[in-house]
Structure formats: structure tokens, C-alpha cells
């Protein structure tokens, strides 16, 4: 079994930053990619932005372009979400995911979720 543990959110202001660790452990033995998911209250838990293990290929969902950077410590089965110029629409619950392969909608693990509330 693969345990996901994310940490970093927190309340800010609107045009402040967050950074939002999650590390793997447990029997990982395939990784093809592992990426940020957010569900705001009442919407549907969307794709945030994800990095592939092997060649770093990143995609974002179009409204963090630009604003957010997401990163990866192999040797840590770490990723990092650098949040900048937070708006208040990003509050949301942020989950890490991890898929095995590409073909696989949605993330074969989760972590717990963790908040982040962008408000004055």
C-alpha cells in the first residue's frame, strides 16, 4: 500500500503564497506521475497541476497557469506545489494523488486532503 502525506496549507491573503509538500512512502514500486487535485465546496475535485516521475513533464489546469509551479524530489518521492498569487476562487481542499500509468484517469492513491483559504 502507497500513503501520500501532504502539508503546507493554511490561510493567506489574496496575492500571497503557499507551498504544499507531499511525500510517498510505502510499497511504491510504480509511479508514472503524481500531481495536485483541488475541490472547492460544492464542485467537483479537479486537476491541479502534475509532474511525471520520469521525464518531469508538467501540466496545469489553465485558470493556475503562470501563478503556480509544481516540482519533484525523486530521490524523496517528494512533490511540491509552489502556490503564488493566490485569488480567493484557489480556497480549496488540495489533495496529492499518485497514478502508476499514464492510461489511469484518475490518481490510484490519495492523501488526506489539505485546506488552503485564500481570504482578507
Known amino acids: 500500500q502507497v500513503q501520500l502525506v501532504e502539508s503546507g496549507g493554511g490561510l493567506v491573503q489574496p496575492g500571497g503564497s503557499l507551498r504544499l509538500s507531499c511525500a510517498a512512502s510505502g510499497r511504491i514500486f510504480s509511479v508514472y506521475d503524481m500531481g495536485w487535485y483541488r475541490q472547492a465546496p460544492g464542485k467537483q475535485r479537479e486537476l491541479v497541476a502534475r509532474?511525471?516521475?520520469?521525464?518531469?513533464?508538467?501540466n496545469y489546469a489553465d485558470g493556475v497557469k503562470g501563478r503556480f509551479t509544481i516540482s519533484r524530489d525523486n530521490a524523496k518521492n517528494t512533490v511540491y506545489l509552489q502556490m503564488n498569487s493566490l485569488k480567493p476562487e484557489d480556497t480549496a481542499v488540495y489533495y496529492c494523488?499518485?497514478?502508476?500509468?499514464?492510461?489511469?484517469?484518475?490518481?490510484?492513491?490519495w492523501g488526506q486532503g489539505t485546506q488552503v483559504t485564500v481570504s482578507s
Open positions: 509532474i511525471t516521475r520520469g521525464s518531469g513533464t508538467t
Open positions: 494523488g499518485l497514478r502508476n500509468n499514464r492510461w489511469t484517469g484518475t490518481p490510484d492513491y
